[in-house]
């Protein structure tokens, strides 16, 4: 199992403002072995981040493009095992349809396309998490522990049932505005900071206990220090819980 950062807070919340291998250098300090995506505009860009990462012995789990052929393209020709979905649908069935095309332009270039749980999607709740599986059987998931949480769905739960279609993880935790009156609205917070009840070494456990071997990312929306501090925060929580 290898542990890493989905860097989304750091790019929003310092404005994308240091270079790779400046973040690169800085998360590994703290103990992380690689961000989860690389992120190219051109194939040029895309062998020059991943000679990067090699260089700094770092690591990523997935490649994003500007469409999906040019992700599927750059995946396949770079060793990594999954795309995220690209599709446009906000609605649930022509997203289904849409992700199961993608699915099959995957396998022909021998990778695997996995669906990210989030708010305000069309796969938000448990059940449209349960519904989007069985619509779309050779789907993985990207399970974000948060997300689905704070949807009021069982991260605990999905990681067990859903172990064998794990392309990997997000870690994630969320403080809620006013627990008492429901989940949200609220934000997203360092590892054992939420307050919904949220059992993020549980979900570790799950997947420890499925012989779950890939990547665990730690991510965080908002940061209300320098981010660096907070993925410092929650890489400890794990490692306290023995992770």
Same mark, same amino acid.
């Given at each position: 199992m *290898?542990?890493?950062?989905? $860097? =989304? ?10 270079d790779?291998?400046?973040r ?6 703290i103990? =992380? ?6 992120? /190219? ?12 990462? *090699? ?8 490649? *994003? ?10 995946? %396949?020709?770079?060793?990594?095992e ?17 992700? +199961?095309?993608?699915?099959e332009?995957?396998r ?7 669906l990210? +749980?989030?708010l305000n ?9 349960d ?14 522990t948060?997300?689905?949480? %704070? ?7 999905? /990681?067990?049932? =859903?172990?064998?279609?794990?392309l ?9 505005? +006013?627990?008492?009156?429901?989940? *949200? ?14 059992? +993020?070494? #549980? ?8 012989? =779950? $071997?890939?990547?665990?990312f ?11 501090? $907070?993925? #410092?925060?929650s ?9």
């Open positions: *290898r542990f890493g950062v989905a $860097d =989304y807070g750091m790019t929003v919340w310092d404005g994308g403002q240091f790779l291998e400046h690169l250098t800085s998360l590994k300090a103990g =992380y072995e690689g961000i989860e995506r690389l992120e /190219a505009t051109s194939a040029d860009e895309a062998v020059h981040k991943a000679a990067i990462y *090699r260089k700094l012995g770092m690591a990523f789990g997935t490649v *994003r493009g500007p469409t999906a052929e040019l992700s599927i393209r750059w995946a %396949a020709a770079l060793g990594v999954y795309i995220w979905t690209q599709v446009i649908s906000r609605e649930f069935d022509p997203f289904c349809r849409q992700v +199961n095309t993608l699915v332009a995957c022909r270039a021998g990778i695997r396309v996995g990210h +749980n989030h999607s069309p796969v938000e709740t448990q059940e449209q998490v519904a989007f599986l069985a619509r779309c059987p050779g789907c993985g998931l990207i399970l974000d948060a997300h689905l949480a %704070a949807a009021g769905g069982d991260a605990v739960g999905t /990681a067990r049932r =859903y172990a064998d279609r794990l990997c993880v997000h870690l994630k935790d969320w403080l809620a505005d +006013n627990p008492d009156q429901g989940l *949200r609205p609220g934000r997203f917070c360092e590892l054992g900071a939420g307050n919904i009840r949220l059992d +993020n070494v #549980a979900v570790m456990q799950e997947i420890v206990k499925a012989r =779950y $071997d890939g990547w665990v730690i991510e965080q929306d908002v940061h209300l220090q320098d981010p660096l501090k $907070d993925l #410092a925060i890489r400890d929580f794990l490692r306290d819980a023995g992770f």
